[in-house]
């Protein structure tokens, strides 16, 4: 078993969504202190690669200037018309075999960037190792799901928890076998 | 002075609060929890059910003319289906839910606890009638089930008031309703 652990990394709303129908992240100010990044850098200091669906990569993309220059991202997707950019790498299909590329390349670690079907397809493939979620204080009624069910069940382990001033809660929950 | 309108509940990771047959079977009973629950009964004495969550409460022998451990609680079922309600000491309510509440929390008492699902608790948000939130977080994905939350589309900002870790991997938090200043 040579892939890299992938961790869902993600700030939610508390009734479960991680934006709102139009895409909007503006709910995400709510909690903006200065000097506070809720363990950002530390996680990401610490992934390797990247690894996304379309949804997330188009919202990235949208960004004046990529988010992500210092790591290889993979996008799934199954289109073929998307433009090349340097380090991102567009994929479809099984998301396991994928990773299994990934590992044979010494990646260590994945980062699942954005909730939503590709999450859910990583869980159903059973390479969903790591959920990280950022629970923030607010209620925002509607938006993407950071569950789009109906999933699997699975029962999970509380690694660590903590809650910062602002009220934000953050869990690290592992996938039990 | 209003009384405390408390919505809470123990609710999945993927934000279930029961199997989609109502189903509470991966629910973690531990000492820790019991102790936060016999804490919070003596502040509450009406319980306001959504009917789906009173059915399932009843079927555990847990429902209706007080929880068991409580005498003296005013027990009301709010309903937009059904007609009568033959359980002693539950008071059906089919008006609007949050007309409703929000009078019972102008009259005198201590707390109001709701026990419902997303459906009435949508309605409840959106009558402005909750001050608590409370969730268990449990550490499972359901899948599939009752969502704990249901709308309604707006934003509903919370001050947390209250975290820890309870025994079984659970994680208890409270949050206050922030209102914009009157």
């Known amino acids: 078993m040579t892939r890299p652990r992938v961790s869902l990394y993600i700030a939610s709303s508390l009734d479960g969504f991680i934006a709102r129908p139009d895409g909007a992240f503006d709910w995400l100010d709510f909690i ?3 000097g506070e ?3 950002y850098h530390a996680f990401y200091a610490t992934v390797d690669v990247l690894v996304m669906g379309r949804g997330t990569y188009d919202v ?4 004046a200037s990529w988010p992500y220059p210092d790591r290889p991202s993979v996008v799934f997707t199954h289109r073929t018309d998307l433009p090349p950019r340097d380090g991102v790498e567009f994929v479809s299909g099984d998301v396991a075999p994928v990773l299994e590329q990934l590992g044979a390349r010494g990646y260590k670690r994945a980062w699942l960037v954005g909730g939503g079907a590709l999450a859910r397809q990583c869980q159903e493939e059973g390479v969903l190792d790591e959920y990280i979620i950022s629970m923030l204080p607010i209620l925002i009624g509607e938006g993407l799901p950071l569950f789009p069910g109906p999933w699997n069940e699975q029962k999970l382990s509380l690694v660590e928890s903590r809650a910062y001033e602002s009220g934000l809660v953050q869990g690290v929950w592992a996938a039990r076998p | 002075m209003t009384r405390l309108v408390t919505y809470g509940a123990a ?3 993927d934000g279930y609060i029961a199997r989609p047959d109502g189903g509470v079977d991966w ?3 531990s000492k820790d929890a019991q102790a936060a629950m016999a804490k919070y009964w003596p502040t509450v004495d009406t319980i306001v059910f959504g009917r789906k969550t009173f059915e399932i409460a009843m079927k555990q022998g847990s ?6 451990a409580d005498g003296g609680i005013r027990t009301f079922v709010c309903s937009r289906t059904i007609e009568r309600l033959d359980v002693p000491g539950a008071t059906l309510v089919r008006e609007n839910a949050g007309e409703f509440v929000a009078r019972l929390r102008r009259e005198p008492g201590k707390g109001i606890c709701i026990m419902s ?3 009435l608790a949508a309605s409840l948000f959106a009558a402005d009638v909750i001050d608590e939130v409370g969730l268990n977080i449990h550490p499972i994905l359901l899948g599939d089930g009752v969502p704990m939350f249901g709308g309604p589309a707006r934003d509903i900002k919370l001050s947390l008031t209250e975290y820890r870790q309870l025994d079984g991997g659970c994680v208890l938090v409270n949050y206050r309703v922030l209102r914009e200043a009157a």
């Open chain 1, 32 to 34: 903006d202190r200065p």
């Open chain 2, 27 to 29: 629910l973690h009973f």
């Open chain 2, 11 to 13: 609710v999945s990771l």
């Open chain 2, 117 to 119: 699902g997303g459906n």
């Open chain 2, 63 to 68: 429902g209706g003319g007080g929880g068991g």
């Open chain 1, 60 to 63: 990235c993309a949208s960004f």
């Open chain 1, 37 to 39: 990044d809720y363990g």
